[in-house]
Structure formats: C-alpha cells, structure tokens
C-alpha cells in the first residue's frame, strides 16, 4: 500500500535480461534503510526487492508487468519516482495507491500555465477505465487531482513542487506513463458491471 507521495528520484544503474523476466538495479537516496523482500514503488508499479549492494538495489520485473506498463522502455541512467509502502500509523498524504498499475497513457499536451503546468494523458479506453473531475489518478506513482476528464482522456496540475522533485519535469509530449485508477472507482465499476 502505497500514498502517491514521491519520496525520492532512483537512477538506473542496471538493466539485466532473466528468461522473461527483466532484473532492475536502481541507486536512491534510501537504499540503505531498504530490506530484502521489502516493497517499493517504481514508477508506481509495486516491486520487491531481491538484493542490496552498497547505494544500489534490484528487483524483478515480470513479463506481465512489463506488458502492462512503461517499466520495460527505461534505459541506464534513466530517472524514476520512487515510494516505499506506507506505514500504517502516518498520515495518508496522497489517496491510497496499490502499486498495481491498471495500463499506460500517451502525454498529448504540456501547458505552461505561469507557474504550475498541466499535463494531458489519452489512454485506451478498451478496459472501460474511468476518471472524474476532481478525482484520485495515479500518474507513475504520483498521486493528483484529475482537472478535466474524457471517455479515454484526462489533465492534471501539476504544482511547482510536484515538478521539480517528481520525473514530471523530464515528461515530454509523447512519453508513456504508468496510470493506476482510483481503487474506490473501480469497485464501483465492478459492482455495476454485476447488476
């Protein structure tokens, strides 16, 4: 379980093939406080950690997790917004976040909006995913606030603080992100697909 509040940027330091599988070694500021076995969201995609050497860590990417998200077009040297599992007794900051990336979106438009920037995403809508107005959207691993909302497209604000300590400020028109709908929504989608 996760909140959507970046806590720091990891470099990609490695990037090894396994079968089908992808081994990612990424260096951050908190690798020393990490354990084996320990969750941390990349890019908001929920990973387990499998080793620890010095300032770097690695996980395992699944195939199907590289199917369903940008993890799989990252190259050495490559940023990414990094979120350890939420403690149970702090403040819920963002909105809950599972790690468990729904499908990615294209950025379509960047506007400088004279101190903030508002990004828009297009996703498919084939797998009938939904955001509201004023609603919870994961965009890799960060939690906002959805400002506009289509059938298969959405914006966000992104404040000045969001984007100097988030890879929002390396997103360029075109990028692919990591979504992760809101949970509560989703429950609602299914319990009305059941009626």
């Known amino acids: 379980m996760f909140t959507g509040i970046i806590e720091t940027l990891g470099e990609v330091k490695n990037i090894q093939k396994n079968n089908s599988n992808i081994d990612f070694t990424f260096k951050s500021d908190f690798t020393q406080e990490l354990k084996i076995d320990q969750s941390v969201a990349h890019n908001g995609v929920c990973l387990t950690v499998v080793s620890i050497e010095d300032d770097n860590y690695t996980v395992t990417a699944i195939q199907e997790t590289l199917d369903k998200t940008n993890l ?10 990094l979120e350890r599992g939420m403690r149970m007794n702090a403040h819920l900051d963002g909105h809950i976040v599972q790690g468990h990336v729904d499908q990615t979106a294209v950025c379509e438009k960047i ?83 059941l009626s």
């Open 72 to 81: 799989g077009n990252l190259k050495t040297g490559d940023l990414i917004n």
């Open 111 to 193: 506007e400088d909006q004279d101190g903030s920037w508002k990004f828009t995403f297009r996703y498919s809508p084939e797998q009938k995913n939904v955001t509201i107005e004023k609603g919870s959207i994961t965009i890799n691993g960060v939690s906002l606030t959805v400002v506009d909302s289509e059938l298969d497209a959405f914006s966000v604000a992104i404040i000045p603080f969001t984007y100097e300590h988030t890879t929002f400020k390396y997103i360029k028109v075109g990028d692919t992100v990591n979504l992760e709908f809101d949970v509560i929504g989703k429950y609602v989608k299914r319990l009305m697909q």
